[in-house]
């Protein structure tokens, strides 16, 4: 069984906990790597042989936001295939477009219910190998998610 690695940025130690703690009841083959702003998250893919197959970035992170290290991530040659999940408490209608002009793949309102989480974080990482925009799709209609086809 392969490993499946997803990067997570997001400051709130809470929010990131439970997002890993949902990947590891889903999949004990997920590889959950944290960093803590944008900056980190940059130097974390430098130093990493293997990229990881989605990357989720909150909005508002300290030292480099989500906006920037999106913004980073699709002006390298070497990353800018990566599936880019943007995440935030916010449902601004402008912070989803301006996700999707940027290059995000979709963009993810933080759930408080932790099966919530787990449900769509369980459809998005069962069907990494596949191709996530048709499974995705399907969920198009769910509160949490908004995709950008």
Known sequence: MSKKIILLADDDRDDAEMFCEALADIDESIICHCAENGDQALKM???HD???EVVFLDLNMP???????LKRLKS???YKDIPVIMISTSSH???MEAAGNLGAFC???KPNNFNDLKQV???ITSN???GLKEPLSNLEKNQYLHLFL
Request: charged share 30%; glycine share 8%.
């Open 50 to 52: 293997k990229t990881p």
């Open 121 to 123: 974080l369980g459809l």
């Open 93 to 95: 209608k402008n912070d």
């Open 107 to 109: 963009y993810f309102v």
């Open 128 to 130: 990494l190998e596949n």
């Open 63 to 69: 030292i480099m936001n989500g906006w920037e290290c």
């Open 76 to 78: 390298e040659e070497r």
């Open 45 to 47: 893919l430098n130093s």
